[in-house]
């Protein structure tokens, strides 16, 4: 039996994990007893076991592009096409090469980055690292858990159905490794902590998440707002990007533990950055793409046409603002306070608020420990400083390197240093760095 464990922090980027879907035993946690497992279905969550019709595929003019071996030259930044054809990317070779170094400096075992420009989709990182075994396109998997990151769906389905707000308050015992029977229940006695929904959020509070799900949520409103943030649809781009998947157990335990973020999803890091792009936008998506030109065999070059966002939206302006403001308090006072501030609790990204959501995940049997981190920053619009959306996976071995919060910080830092945003500098970059986050 394979032993999972979800901290209080979770959160993951793309990793082959067929072992996570296959197996026979559901993940158990902190060594509670596993139930039989469902398996991971990639589907329209909400509408039963039909899946959706498959998503239009990237244009023909982008045939073979292969983003896991992108260039970086004196004239930006290339990727491979078919036929002898080369793409121009939108990627910052600058930024794309800090991705890159501080992943390869801390020896990660696997790790990626992704930088969206919320405003106008531009991909300005797309980075892959691997210690070993051939490059893959890490950014477009979705083979990883996603862990608490999906507390952002599950905290848009208690502003939309609940009717619930950042400031909503939920006394809670346990829950911090593992969620039981007991811990769905209001118990003034047991109950010794208190903490707004947007307390919860910051420090991923596991328990408070799923008492309010177990409370003011069912299966459907879940579903529906998962569909909603494009669960079980390849999200639009320039290559294809695996579906993140949902399975809601139709136990009322399982389906708290679900909705709190412990097991039955997973996600790609491109989803999660097109997720905190579109909370960037006030819930309006965008259409991202990485090409913005293509030289043919010939030499003939040709452009290629921004890309249209999408007519509908994810969730209204209003419970955008509601979830952002939960986000925000990641950074603030939770789960990334220590990785976005030095040891004298001066923050690297000065002046720059930061909406952003961590996930922790451990898998015991396979050794293999992903940490997460996606948001956005600033959250609150300072002139002259574009936005910019990103989403960190890395996965650890047993010797663990760093988490996913420390390598988007220093990611956000060559990013703000590059707009000159007043007392944020380029980061040192490590051959090996203590976490402590």
């Given at each position: 039996?394979?032993?999972?464990?979800?901290?209080?922090?979770?959160?993951?980027?793309?990793?082959?994990?067929?072992?996570?879907?296959?197996?026979?035993?559901?993940?158990?946690?902190?060594?509670?007893?596993?139930?039989?497992?469902?398996?991971?279905?990639?589907?329209?969550?909400?509408?039963?076991?039909?899946?959706?019709?498959?998503?239009?595929?990237?244009?023909?003019?982008?045939?073979?592009?292969?983003?896991?071996?992108?260039?970086?030259?004196?004239?930006?930044?290339?990727?491979?096409?078919d036929?002898?054809?080369?793409?121009?990317?939108?990627?910052?070779?600058?930024?794309?090469?800090?991705?890159?170094?501080?992943?390869?400096?801390?020896?990660?075992?696997?790790?990626?980055?992704?930088?969206?420009?919320?405003?106008?989709?531009?991909?300005?990182?797309?980075?892959?690292?691997?210690?070993?075994?051939?490059?893959?396109?890490?950014?477009?998997?979705?083979?990883?858990?996603?862990?608490?990151?999906?507390?952002?769906?599950?905290?848009?389905?208690?502003?939309d159905?609940?009717?619930l707000g950042?400031?909503?308050?939920?006394?809670?015992?346990?829950?911090?490794?593992?969620?039981?029977?007991?811990?769905?229940?209001?118990?003034?006695?047991?109950?010794?902590?208190?903490?707004?929904?947007?307390?919860?959020?910051?420090?991923?509070?596991?328990?408070?998440?799923?008492?309010?799900?177990?409370?003011?949520?069912?299966?459907?409103?879940?579903?529906?707002?998962?569909?909603?943030?494009?669960?079980?649809?390849?999200?639009?781009?320039?290559?294809?990007?695996?579906?993140?998947?949902?399975?809601?157990?139709?136990?009322?335990?399982?389906f708290?533990?679900?909705?709190?973020?412990?097991?039955?999803?997973?996600?790609?890091?491109?989803?999660?950055?097109?997720?905190?792009?579109?909370?960037?936008?006030?819930?309006?998506?965008?259409?991202?793409?990485?090409?913005?030109?293509?030289?043919?065999?010939?030499?003939?070059?040709?452009?290629?046409?921004?890309?249209?966002?999408?007519?509908?939206?994810?969730?209204?302006?209003?419970?955008?603002?509601?979830?952002?403001?939960?986000?925000?308090?990641t950074?603030?006072?939770?789960?990334?306070?220590?990785?976005?501030?030095?040891?004298?609790?001066?923050?690297?990204l000065?002046?720059?608020?930061?909406?952003?959501?961590?996930?922790?995940l451990?898998?015991?049997?396979?050794?293999?420990?992903?940490?997460?981190?996606?948001?956005?920053?600033?959250?609150?619009?300072?002139?002259?400083?574009?936005?910019?959306?990103v989403?960190?996976?890395?996965?650890?071995?047993?010797?663990?390197?760093?988490?996913?919060?420390?390598?988007?910080?220093?990611v956000?830092?060559?990013?703000?240093?590059?707009?000159?945003?007043?007392?944020?500098?380029?980061?040192?970059?490590?051959a090996?760095?203590?976490?402590?986050?």
């Amino acid at each position: 039996m394979r032993s999972w464990t979800v901290g209080l922090a979770a959160v993951g980027l793309a990793v082959a994990l067929a072992p996570f879907a296959r197996r026979n035993a559901q993940p158990s946690v902190a060594g509670e007893t596993a139930t039989p497992a469902v398996s991971l279905v990639s589907k329209v969550p909400g509408t039963g076991d039909h899946p959706k019709a498959p998503e239009k595929p990237p244009s023909a003019d982008l045939a073979g592009l292969d983003l896991a071996h992108i260039g970086l030259g004196d004239d930006g930044a290339t990727a491979p096409l078919d036929h002898g054809r080369m793409a121009r990317l939108t990627v910052d070779p600058s930024l794309q090469a800090t991705a890159l170094d501080v992943m390869a400096s801390r020896h990660i075992p696997e790790a990626s980055v992704v930088l969206l420009d919320p405003q106008s989709g531009e991909v300005l990182v797309y980075a892959s690292h691997q210690e070993t075994g051939p490059l893959r396109d890490l950014p477009a998997e979705a083979r990883a858990p996603a862990a608490s990151v999906f507390k952002i769906i599950t905290a848009s389905a208690l502003v939309d159905d609940a009717g619930l707000g950042p400031e909503t308050r939920q006394c809670y015992s346990g829950g911090e490794e593992r969620i039981l029977p007991s811990d769905l229940i209001d118990n003034p006695a047991r109950d010794r902590w208190c903490v707004t929904l947007g307390g919860a959020m910051g420090r991923s509070v596991n328990a408070v998440f799923a008492r309010l799900a177990s409370k003011h949520l069912d299966a459907v409103m879940l579903e529906r707002a998962a569909a909603h943030f494009g669960f079980g649809q390849s999200i639009p781009f320039d290559v294809r990007v695996e579906p993140s998947t949902l399975h809601v157990p139709a136990d009322g335990l399982g389906f708290a533990r679900t909705a709190a973020g412990f097991w039955n999803s997973t996600l790609s890091p491109m989803h999660a950055a097109w997720i905190s792009a579109a909370l960037e936008r006030g819930g309006e998506p965008v259409h991202p793409f990485i090409v913005r030109e293509i030289a043919g065999s010939s030499g003939a070059v040709t452009e290629v046409p921004p890309r249209m966002g999408q007519s509908s939206a994810l969730v209204s302006p209003t419970t955008a603002a509601a979830v952002t403001s939960m986000m925000e308090h990641t950074v603030a006072e939770g789960t990334s306070f220590r990785a976005f501030h030095d040891a004298r609790r001066t923050p690297f990204l000065k002046g720059i608020t930061v909406a952003g959501k961590t996930g922790t995940l451990t898998d015991d049997h396979a050794q293999r420990y992903y940490t997460w981190f996606t948001g956005f920053a600033p959250s609150h619009p300072i002139p002259g400083v574009r936005p910019i959306a990103v989403a960190a996976l890395v996965v650890n071995g047993p010797s663990w390197r760093v988490k996913a919060n420390t390598i988007a910080r220093e990611v956000l830092q060559a990013y703000f240093a590059e707009q000159k945003v007043p007392g944020v500098s380029r980061p040192k970059i490590l051959a090996k760095e203590p976490t402590g986050d």
